[in-house]
């Protein structure tokens, strides 16, 4: 059940109670009686009713006015987001965030100039003097060191923020720095892209090392179990692998290791899935 706000968050997704309607749209209420206009091209009458509450993102538009929208940026305040610059002033840059107006990225949070058509890794905040969001490349403060809360196992969400010899830089759950390294990574992967991945390790130094498959012999077994049957039937239920197969042809069609793959191979064996022959795997015919 929906919460309405106790007070109006710039910046963030707000559940607010439509209050009253204008000639320029509905003027939404938190519970302390502060007031946010929707402007009417996200208007719809047919389920913003008097007195519903409706999920609303707010912002300051053009002219510095506090609005709504109902549309969700690719970044909140508090979470961080990969960007591309389409605009370039004197005093900073503009990123394309998702919403009619353009996030302002100041000349003072640039580690470098940017560049028309670049992308980079950027963390959405909140100047709480202006009230304006804004992003920074400098992302370092916005990450936590207090990692009390986390388990090894625990799955998170991760944003992919830098490639390095090791492997790749992460951010997990929009709060932590992590690593998932290079002899554990077995499908292709790109800076700004997020996916769930899985904590291996919580470092001394309050770094997380993270693989991107489920821990835990179960988790991975059933998990690599059933990446090799989906592959075996969208190919006609048969393969050309074996026990024998390069490591690379493995990782390629697989995205497993080799190891994974033959411990994954010999229990859809034992249970009778699929059979082994001389140079590829097969389904098992169910009669």
Not at 82 to 109: C, I, N, R, T
Not at 210 to 217: A, R, T, V, Y
Request: include cysteine; hydrophobic fraction near 40%.
């Amino acid at each position: 059940m929906k919460e309405q706000n106790l007070f109006i968050e710039i910046g963030k997704i707000n559940i607010l109670k439509v209050h009253r309607e204008s000639e320029n749209g509905l003027y939404l209420q938190a519970k302390d009686d502060s007031e946010v206009l929707l402007p009417n091209i996200y208007v719809d009458k047919s389920k913003m009713a008097l007195d519903s509450l409706i999920d609303v993102f707010v912002y300051t538009d053009s002219e510095d006015r506090v609005v709504a929208t109902t549309l969700t940026p690719k970044a909140k305040v508090g979470e961080f987001g990969y960007f591309e610059v389409v605009d370039v002033k004197h005093y900073g840059a503009f990123v394309d965030w998702g919403l009619p107006k353009d996030l302002l990225v100041p000349l003072s949070q640039q580690k470098r100039h940017f560049e028309v058509g670049s992308k980079h890794i950027l963390a959405v905040a909140l100047d709480e003097k202006t009230n304006r969001v804004y992003a920074t490349q400098k992302i370092g403060r916005f990450l936590s060191c207090d990692t009390s809360n986390l388990r090894v196992k625990a799955k998170v969400e991760i944003l992919i923020v830098a490639k390095t010899p090791l492997g790749y830089k992460v951010i997990a759950n929009n709060k932590y720095e992590g690593m998932i390294y290079n002899n554990e990574i077995f499908k292709p992967i790109e800076i700004g892209q997020k996916m769930d991945a899985y904590i291996k390790t919580i470092r001394k130094d309050h770094k997380l090392d993270l693989i991107l498959q489920p821990i835990g012999k179960n988790n991975q077994n059933d998990s690599d179990t059933n990446t090799i049957l989906a592959k075996l039937g969208a190919n006609g239920g048969s393969l050309d692998f074996t026990y024998k197969s390069d490591a690379n042809d493995i990782k390629e069609v697989f995205a497993m290791s080799k190891k994974s793959f033959k411990k994954a191979l010999t229990k859809l064996i034992e249970t009778n899935q699929i059979e082994l022959l001389e140079d590829k795997i097969k389904l098992k015919s169910r009669r």
